[in-house]
């Protein structure tokens, strides 16, 4: 398996973790898809996966508790679980 740089493995376990920790609104939306996730992480990575639009921190991010994960989150959070072999809850 090939190398990876410290600063990438953190920015790739936090999107995983993210993902395996997520939960959704469905108690007060019953057909919603969306996830979100608590955002007990680095604030640096909180901030770059925001920039990468992997999550949407809010228009207060300092004062909400959690985030919202994107579709393209989701997508990269499952090619990564692919990458190292972890499974999906849904599997």
């Known amino acids: 398996m090939e190398k990876t740089k410290a600063n990438e493995a953190m920015k790739e376990l936090t999107v995983m973790l993210m993902y395996l920790s997520?939960?959704?609104e469905r108690d007060r939306f019953s057909d919603s898809k969306d996830y979100y996730?608590?955002?007990g992480y680095d604030f640096?990575?909180?901030n770059s996966l925001d920039d990468d639009d992997f999550i949407r921190q809010g228009s207060h991010p300092s004062r909400s508790k959690s985030v919202y994960i994107t579709d393209s989150g989701i997508a990269l959070?499952?090619?990564?679980l692919d990458k190292y072999g972890i499974d999906d809850w849904e599997k």
């Open 22 to 24: 997520r939960f959704s």
């Open 37 to 39: 996730a608590w955002k």
């Open 44 to 46: 640096d990575i909180l």
């Open 77 to 80: 959070a499952k090619k990564l």
